[in-house]
């Protein structure tokens, strides 16, 4: 097992531990810890010449302080389980789950179906905090991106409390979308933004399908920042402004509309008229569909405007990140990868998405592969410039 840590202030904790996992050197093995003021990161031997190209704040290292993580030490959900289910099935555990505050949503194979009660237990197992339970009876659908939830152990009160970016974060598990998966991608268009700020002036940022604010209210921390969230569920959007409350943000920064975003897009009337006719940055994590939002949003660029549209592609290079490149060119090694007979529409959304990149003039300036879709298929951010 490796030894060395790097120990930060405190202040620097998240900046440090994001720039340690986008390098792949924070140890998965062993946990963290708290020093007074100072965190300690557990790091892989030998990073320290990386170490040193990465990280932008003071940090000293040192040997063997962080200790085995708890879930190393606990097991994981198949070791728990190796006892209570017939060998066949032992391949159907869910490897991976979603934690959301205190509350867990996982897949069950129909097969496990006897076996909830023996799945909750070894869960609460390896995670003691939560209070409730949930498998997910089906996937992601409609405007709002929520699923159908069963509760499998404790508490069915689906809201809960959720730590990410220095935030605390309200979310509904059953009537908003959140998904803890992308708490990297979060820190990195949020840095990425907040880099672009220039000190001349507020930077103007939309988020057209914010859900319970992931983006923007990390963003709306930054005084430089002002920013507009807008949703069309209802239950969003209710639990953002309680989120702005919640992180003692200044309400005068952040503009929260229920509405559809091709509505909010046609708009330059809102709030009074503080709304921009121009924004620095637009956000649309919508990937099944963010591409039919491009052409509503170049009325709302000026020169320099970085967009950051999500969508999902088959895997078309290797790697975490990718530089720009022609958009038609992309087009075409995605359409020489696509599958004979394949009627998915998210098959297509890359390739119609790149078309009206294209033909708005827009410029790709980074790819990211930001999480799994489905096999063979990711789900991606383009960094547009206008």
């Known amino acids: 097992m490796a030894s060395a840590c790097i120990k930060v202030n405190k202040r620097d904790a998240q900046d440090a531990k994001n720039a340690l996992i986008k390098a792949g050197l924070l140890d998965p093995d062993r946990d963290p810890m708290h020093d007074g003021d100072s965190v300690l990161f557990p790091v ?20 063997g302080a962080c200790p085995a993580s708890q879930k ?36 069950i194979d129909d097969q496990l179906a006897p076996f909830k009660e023996a799945i909750a237990r070894a869960i609460r197992e390896i995670h003691p ?6 498998s997910k009876q089906s ?9 159908r939830l069963d509760l499998l152990w404790g508490s069915d009160d689906p809201v809960t409390r959720h730590v990410e970016s220095g935030c605390r974060f309200l979310v509904d598990v059953r ?62 959007i209710e639990l953002l402004g309680e989120n702005i409350k919640e992180n003692h943000i200044d309400v005068t920064r952040v503009h929260s509309h229920l509405m559809d975003a091709r509505t909010f897009l ?11 006719r121009e924004f620095d940055a637009i956000i649309l994590n919508l990937p099944r ?13 000026k020169v320099g405007t970085t ?59 980074r790819i990211t592969r930001v999480k799994p879709f489905s096999p063979y298929r990711y789900t991606y951010c383009f960094e547009l410039v206008a």
Request: charged fraction near 25%; hydrophobic fraction near 40%.
């Open 175 to 236: 009537e908003a979308f959140f998904d803890p998966r992308l708490v990297h991608e979060h820190a990195r268009a949020i840095e990425s933004i907040r880099a672009a700020c220039d000190g001349t002036g507020t930077s103007n940022v939309a988020d057209l399908f914010c859900g319970v604010g992931p983006f923007i209210v990390p963003l709306a921390k930054d005084p430089r920042i002002s920013a507009w969230a807008v949703d069309l569920n209802p239950r969003a």
């Open 44 to 63: 892989q031997d030998g990073a320290d010449a990386t170490l040193k190209k990465i990280m932008r704040c003071p940090f000293n290292t040192i040997d």
């Open 307 to 365: 967009l950051f549209w999500y969508t999902i592609a088959r895997e078309f290079f290797e790697g975490k990140e990718a530089p720009g490149d022609d958009p038609a060119a992309i087009q075409e090694r995605l359409r020489g990868l696509s599958v004979h007979g394949d009627a998915n529409p998210v098959s297509e959304a890359c390739v119609k998405g790149l078309g009206a990149v294209k033909a708005l003039g827009f410029s790709i300036a």
């Open 129 to 134: 905090h939560l209070t409730s339970v949930f």
């Open 72 to 107: 190393k030490r606990r097991g994981n959900l198949a070791d728990l389980l190796a006892r209570e289910l017939p060998g066949e099935l032992a391949q159907c555990v869910p490897r991976a789950f979603n934690i959301i505050g205190t509350i867990a949503i996982l897949d």
């Open 139 to 147: 996937e992601r659908a409609g405007d709002f991106r929520t699923s």
């Open 266 to 276: 046609e708009r330059f009337d809102l709030d009074g008229g503080a709304c921009p």
């Open 289 to 301: 569909s963010a591409h039919e939002y491009l052409g509503a949003c170049k009325p709302r660029t």
